[in-house]
């Protein structure tokens, strides 16, 4: 398939190079020429603006970095005149943004799709990230050999933005989980127990998540390295707060979560990775 | 072995037929005699009181209701004077009471064990519960072959106190995964999004636990019979707050998850499972 890309950082150019090993002819745009070399290296052709990356494809991807950055570069992908275009957004940005995008592109005759992943760097390197994608049958249909090189979860949920609220859903339970299990952490080592064995009695059980197993490990390491740095989960949830505040909506633990990383944020653990709020409750109750 | 088995509620009567079925010798009593005669007809002996029932035992067993009652049966339980004693409380109760009993009856001769559960009335059946230990060695070794009669993840966490610690951490994981699965739920319908689909876009990912699995397929049956009653976990998070309390921990999520508990108990959902939590955030977001 003729694809154009859009935005080529941590995740997008892992992606496009998988696009390219998948067989299918990929031209690329990012804001920083030089992220453009990897894949024009790997056999990609290059483009000069959203326009013109979008002129004469079948599919345009993009992967940036906010709702702001997400409407410009897809005002651009509008303004080529694709007859019969798909536009899919891979990006995690509002649910609400995401249906103002699909609105305003339908009106320039391209179909629109939100499709943000989870899994990280390691899993747009693997392609195996999981992809939670909204928009109409026909558009989904499209897209779905390209997502096939990128991910192996590949679920289409829904209408215009409900891959968005299916991302925000999956940062309220990864975000609470991951501070259930540091909370939980926390609270054995201050009563002088093992935190080790802990983890281990509790994997037996109803308490078991992928966050216990991997992230627990990575806590009993002290392994802060992201994986997915604080800052971006902090950025997940405030979506999720504001959507809950559009909607009238009343989410006590994820509205305590998001406070414990708009602190990770403020206390200089931006940067690490979400397993380091473990620090942040150690530091608040004399374990640091 | 010989061994002494106090209080023969939902939990406690099934945990004592596994011991009888395991071939050891069981001798009960319940402070209502009737709760008795189920043991009795399956070949256990009866006793007028805990002093009574302790002995001339190797092992006695208390599966009891609160902090309390496991002081006063084990008051009666150390009253026997029976030489080398090991005696065991399975009841969930603060660390802090745990550790009180266990010097009370070090002084009285009585090698005391902390062995909270998990797994509910269908573990305690099927004996498959999960075992979270705290005390000595010795006394652990003692308890071991009764344990493997009435569980499966059995693990010998640390001291004193540490089987209630494990526990606490355990409800606190639990507490926040089943909070946080509501809350994603509640968040994906009031978006007008197929909770469903949700739910198996998230299973594939890092947002996988027993609990989105399980109980989010309850919740998506809309099945609230319990299970794990409302107030019950809403005693379990008062342990773990009064345990936070005390050691100037803080916990931002587990108290979040408290007060919802609280307020599930005080809105007349008290007696449904916990995972009615759900129906609580949809009344106070208009989607009841």
Redo the contacts between chains.
Sequence with gaps: MKIGFIGLGIMGRPMALNLLKGGHQVSVWARRAESMQPLLDAGASGAASPAEVARGQELVISMVADAPDVAEVMRGVASAGTAGLVAVDMSTIA?AAAKAIHAELAAAGVDFVDAPV??GEVGAIAGTL?I?A?GSDAAFARAEPAFACMG??I?H??GP??GQ??K???Q???G??V???A??????S?????RA??R???L?????????E?HGQRMLDRNFKPGFKSWMHEKDLNI?MQ??HE???????????A??FNAMVGSGLGEEDSIAVLKL?ES???QA
Tied chains: 1, 2.
Aim: glycine content about 16%.
């Design positions: 649910p989870s899994g999981s939670m909204g192996k979860n679920v949920v829904g933005g409900a609220v299916t925000a859903a999956n309220i339970v990864t609470m989980g501070l259930a299990v909370e939980a952490m926390a609270f054995a201050k009563n002088g127990v093992d064995k802990v281990e009695a509790l037996g059980g109803f308490a078991y998540s992928k966050i216990l991997n999720v959507t809950a909607l009238g909506l009343c989410l006590p633990g994820s509205a305590a979560t406070q414990m409750l608040l109750s004399g």
